[in-house]
């Protein structure tokens, strides 16, 4: 009766004949997940700024708002305090524009920064791990063909 291959035996022999590097996966992971929380931070502070503008922006039209629909004794009155809030929009409408677009400016820049760094830092796990491993391969090869050159 012909006895059937057992993959799992070769395949157990095959990775402990080329093992794994644990600790360069864990600092990928390290790595990564410290990026991660950077960019979360990043997003954070960007969130709590805009809404910051956003509700500066919206008491201020409401303050507004209360000139507008007060009682007049003029017909004329009613346009010049809708032309005054009209004016009051378009300026506070350019300044918060300007603030969004400053946090939007501080986002990309940390951003650039930090992928920079994260790049820089990956670079070099990865250039370290690949010379280890390239050495473990080479030296586990050499041991196979030792092994089968004795055989």
Do not use: C
Not at 2 to 22: C, E, H, I, L, N
Not at 63 to 86: I, L, S, W
Not at 111 to 140: F, N
């Amino acid at each position: 009766m012909v006895k059937t291959q057992d993959y799992t035996k070769m395949m157990q022999d095959m990775m402990s004949a080329f093992p794994m590097d644990m600790k360069g996966m864990q600092d990928a992971f390290r790595t990564s997940a410290a990026l991660g929380e950077r960019m979360s931070k990043v997003a954070l502070e960007a969130a709590e700024k805009s809404t910051e503008i956003s509700t500066r922006w919206t008491r201020s039209t409401l303050a507004q708002m209360g000139d507008v629909v007060k009682t007049r004794e003029e017909p004329t009155d009613y346009t010049k305090a809708m032309t005054d809030f009209a004016s009051h929009s378009a300026e506070t409408a350019a300044e918060n524009m300007a603030a969004f677009a400053e946090v939007a400016k501080r986002v990309q820049m940390e951003t650039v920064e930090l992928m920079l760094a994260a790049g820089k830092d990956m670079s070099e796990d990865a250039t370290a791990a690949m010379k280890k491993a390239t050495s473990e391969a080479t030296a586990a090869a050499k041991k196979v063909a030792a092994t089968t050159a004795a055989k």
